[in-house]
């Protein structure tokens, strides 16, 4: 059942060609925030194509690593908050709560790191136009 995490990547994938279609205007923070909601649980998904022969242990390798950088915050964020018994099996609802934390999180994270490549990008669009102006005209403000 988990192999179907993998399906999550159609979220940020959509989400890229709908904002470069639309001509959306926070194009990198809404990409960020669809990004983030979906990598834990896509990285937990690859992990479990390692059956594949070949193709299937590269995936489970970025899986490991994806789980690892992402996985691992969500979990011991709630395990420090006490929603989380230490020492015990991890349940299916309790790796849907970690996904769920994981998921709002790196939203928000990735949703920043985004709208800070927005705005840079406004800002470079702005400077452009004075570069092509005559010197009278640029200074003359």
């Known amino acids: 059942m988990s192999e179907w995490l ?12 709908l904002t470069k279609n639309m001509y ?10 669809s990004f983030g909601m979906v990598i834990a649980p896509v990285s937990f998904g ?4 390692t059956y594949i022969p070949f193709i299937g242990k590269l995936l489970g390798l ?9 996985g691992s915050i969500g979990y011991i ?7 989380i018994e230490p020492n015990t099996v991890i349940t299916a609802t309790e790796l849907v709560i970690i996904n769920i934390f994981n998921g709002v999180l790196f939203a928000y994270i990735y949703g920043l790191i985004g709208h800070a490549v927005d705005k840079k990008l406004a800002k470079e669009k702005e400077s452009i136009p004075a570069l092509r102006t005559s010197l ?6």
């Open 62 to 70: 970025v899986g490991v690593i994806g789980n690892l950088t992402h």
């Open 136 to 141: 009278h005209t640029a200074t003359s403000k």
């Open 24 to 33: 959306i205007k926070n194009r990198f923070m809404w990409y960020g925030i």
């Open 46 to 49: 690859l992990i479990q194509m």
């Open 77 to 83: 964020s709630l395990l420090w908050s006490g929603t």
């Open 6 to 17: 993998i399906f999550l990547a159609i979220v940020p994938l959509s989400c890229i060609y």
